[in-house]
């Protein structure tokens, strides 16, 4: 159980951190509206990535023995997908997508909500980063029951609540210092991370009991 939640809340974190068009939206709005339109956009962007894993999960379900049969070569596949989805986030520039004061100043929380949901959700790319995790930790809780599926789901949620929590805290508390070109280093961090995760089997193979 433990390793399900270690493994769901980890794949949480590395889909919500990447600095691309969601992350820059939700600290624009954070810096132009305050804490809460931008806390408000990240849920968004969290339900919408809860229902591309529940899809992709349940879609596991219906291919287990195939999932089984091909595990290493499934695997490789996803570890060649996280390689590229970190190099792609290493070389982009979060920078392109910073507009400042283009949004108005004024707007419903559920309108950002809903934007930021359905912007997130028409990323069917996600789809692919979701399945090359799945391989590489070999994420599959629906296959081991009920319980491990919930809790799977919980520490996935749990991830990206306290990555969009901690984003706009943060963003919001140093609004005064901020410092765009921080992002820039964090988002070559995640595309690292992204990296040696996909290639770095002899590393991550001193602790079999976590990946």
């Known amino acids: 159980m433990f390793e399900t939640i270690a493994k769901g809340f980890l794949i949480g974190l590395l889909v919500s951190a990447p600095m691309g ?12 509206r305050g804490w ?11 339900l919408s ?11 596991l379900s219906f291919i287990s ?32 997508d910073w507009t400042p ?52 789901l919980a520490a996935f949620t749990a991830a990206t609540f306290i990555w969009w929590f901690f984003l706009t805290t943060l963003v919001s508390r140093l609004r005064k210092h901020f410092n765009r070109r921080g992002l820039v280093f964090l988002n070559r961090s995640v595309g690292v991370i992204l990296m040696l995760l996909g290639a770095g089997e002899s590393i991550l193979s001193r602790f079999p009991g976590l990946f």
């Open 21 to 32: 068009p969601i992350n820059m939206l939700v600290i624009q709005r954070t810096l132009n």
């Open 36 to 46: 809460w339109h931008g806390f408000v956009t990240g849920l968004g962007a969290m």
């Open 49 to 59: 990535d809860l229902v591309y894993v529940l899809i992709t999960l349940v879609g």
């Open 65 to 96: 023995d195939f999932f089984d049969k091909y595990e290493q070569v499934i695997q490789a596949m996803g570890s060649i997908i996280l390689i590229l989805f970190g190099l792609m986030v290493f070389r982009s520039n979060p920078l392109r």
């Open 101 to 152: 004061n283009k949004l108005p100043q004024e707007t419903r929380y559920i309108r950002d909500f809903v934007s930021s949901f359905f912007l997130t959700l028409s990323n069917v790319a996600i789809i692919l980063i979701l399945m090359g995790l799945y391989a590489r930790f070999s994420f599959n809780p629906l296959a081991d029951g009920s319980r491990f599926f919930a809790a799977g």
